[in-house]
């Protein structure tokens, strides 16, 4: 009987003490969007690639983890020729002024400009989604599908390049902002 006292005891004293412990991360806030669906998951994805564009200084756009693997630039371009790629292959429209230059990844390469035709392009994503036919049947790299699941696709791929950008940031010393 005394045991199981203690026992308890020492317990109580365990998680109590537990709770007194700085959780980490504990400052920072939930973002209002995340699990409420495509559309507030693709807007909170927007501002966080944007968020670390922003705090990524410009010398560091050319940089890149080794011979053959996209930059900095280069990823940010490759995410907002996506956009636009899989935009059309969910059968939106194109927004004017959408025509990149030949060869995006290569030729865009200053920061502002960068960030500008990424920020375009997911303005583009988003209305597109709000105004799309999302159960249209659409061909998707030779596979019947419909138009919502190449939405999905646009909000996964621009989250893998999320986490390659987080990753370049970290290894430049830059800490994502909704992280600090």
Same mark, same amino acid.
């Given at each position: !009987?005394?045991?199981? $006292?203690?026992? +308890?005891?020492? $317990?109580?004293?365990?998680?109590?003490?537990?709770?007194?412990?700085?959780?980490?991360?504990?400052?920072?806030?939930?973002?209002p969007?995340?699990?409420?669906? &495509?559309?507030? /998951?693709?807007? +909170?994805?927007?501002?966080?690639?944007?968020?670390?564009?922003?705090?990524? #200084?410009?010398?560091?756009?050319?940089?890149? #983890?080794?011979?053959?693997?996209?930059? =900095?630039?280069? $990823?940010? !371009?490759?995410?907002?020729?996506?956009?636009?790629? +899989?935009?059309q292959?969910?059968?939106?429209?194109? #927004?004017?002024?959408? *025509?990149?230059?030949?060869?995006p /990844?290569?030729? $865009?390469?200053?920061?502002?400009?960068?960030?500008?035709?990424?920020?375009?392009?997911? /303005?583009?994503?988003?209305?597109?989604?709000?105004?799309?036919?999302?159960?249209? *049947?659409?061909?998707?790299?030779?596979?019947?599908?419909?138009?919502?699941?190449?939405?999905?696709?646009?909000? =996964?791929?621009?989250? /893998?390049? !999320?986490?390659?950008?987080?990753?370049?940031?970290? !290894?430049?010393?830059?800490? #994502?902002? &909704?992280? *600090?």
């Amino acid at each position: !009987m005394n045991k199981r $006292v203690y026992l +308890l005891g020492a $317990v109580i004293a365990v998680v109590c003490g537990l709770t007194l412990l700085p959780q980490r991360g504990a400052a920072q806030a939930i973002p209002p969007e995340l699990g409420q669906g &495509w559309l507030p /998951e693709f807007t +909170l994805t927007s501002r966080q690639l944007l968020q670390l564009a922003d705090a990524t #200084p410009a010398e560091k756009f050319g940089w890149r #983890p080794g011979p053959g693997v996209r930059s =900095v630039s280069e $990823v940010y !371009m490759h995410i907002a020729a996506g956009n636009y790629f +899989l935009l059309q292959q969910a059968g939106a429209p194109s #927004p004017e002024g959408a *025509k990149l230059p030949k060869d995006p /990844e290569k030729s $865009v390469t200053s920061k502002p400009d960068v960030i500008e035709w990424l920020r375009k392009s997911q /303005e583009a994503v988003k209305a597109g989604y709000q105004s799309a036919d999302r159960q249209k *049947k659409v061909q998707f790299f030779g596979k019947d599908a419909v138009a919502d699941g190449v939405f999905l696709r646009i909000l =996964v791929h621009n989250n /893998e390049h !999320m986490g390659q950008s987080i990753a370049y940031a970290r !290894m430049n010393g830059i800490v #994502p902002p &909704w992280s *600090k």
